[in-house]
């Protein structure tokens, strides 16, 4: 039985040079708790912890020894921009070949039953890594999914962050990267805005190709940004940096 070809968004990673104080202060700040944090990373010389945004997961990185890919990524950036997309589709292969096609390198292939993703290289996504993944037999969007622990469906919190609504590309050329990412991820523009079911890509014009700005529907934006200050953190407007990303509140 083939299921119907389907995509959306699963989860956003960024990195930061230490996981703390990011992680607490996203905890405290947007009301998220950390449902995982997984072992397995260690290998590439990474720890990280999973926060689920509603059906969204959000995952920092940090290194913690040299030559890592997620080190290379903050010297090259500043520590500017998010590091990762991530997808769950139908057919991760396809998807892959796909990007293949357009001159887009698979960079890594990981396979741990019942997970399957393809990361897509950096360099020629541009802005950011692309994954896509899918997990055998959660294509319930609350089913399982290992990267995010045995159980991070009992972790969603909705009383201060309701939704991750939107993830903000910057680019000299957002017209461009629009489109170079909807031939990769198989959706067309709308102008310089990527659909998906559950959250939407905008490409805006900045100096250099980065994952900009997350968007978050909160419950009371004033206390969120109070939180934020009070955490010592520059809020301007709805917005305040953490992450190596705009936090933007609506």
């Known amino acids: 039985m083939t299921m119907a070809p389907y995509i959306r968004l699963r989860q956003i990673c960024l990195v930061a040079p230490q996981l703390e104080p990011v992680i607490t202060d996203i905890g405290r700040i947007m009301g998220l708790s950390v449902c995982y944090r997984d072992g397995n990373v260690a290998k590439y010389g990474l720890e990280n912890a999973l926060l689920p945004v509603d059906t969204i997961l959000l995952e920092v990185v940090a290194p913690f020894k040299d030559g890592t890919t997620a080190g290379r990524f903050i010297e090259k950036t500043g520590g500017r921009g998010g590091y990762m997309a991530i997808f769950c589709c139908d057919d991760p292969d396809a998807r892959g070949r796909n990007a293949n096609a357009l001159g887009v390198r698979t960079a890594n292939v990981i396979d741990h039953a019942p997970y399957h993703g393809v990361q897509l290289h950096p360099r020629d996504c541009r802005a950011a890594f692309i994954e896509f993944n899918h997990t055998a037999g959660s294509d319930d ?110």
């Open 141 to 250: 969007i609350l089913g399982p999914y290992p990267p995010a622990g045995p159980d991070w469906q009992k972790f969603i919190r909705k009383d201060v962050t309701q939704a991750l609504t939107a993830v903000e590309m910057q680019s000299p050329d957002p017209q461009g990267l629009a489109e170079h990412w909807g031939r990769i991820i198989g959706i067309a523009p709308e102008g310089t805005e990527l659909k998906l079911s559950n959250a939407t890509f905008g490409f805006v014009k900045g100096a250099s190709e980065i994952m900009s700005a997350l968007e978050f529907r909160v419950t009371d934006v004033a206390q969120v940004l109070h939180t934020a200050k009070a955490k010592g953190l520059a809020v301007a407007g709805n917005e305040f940096l953490l992450g190596g990303v705009t936090f933007r509140v609506s």
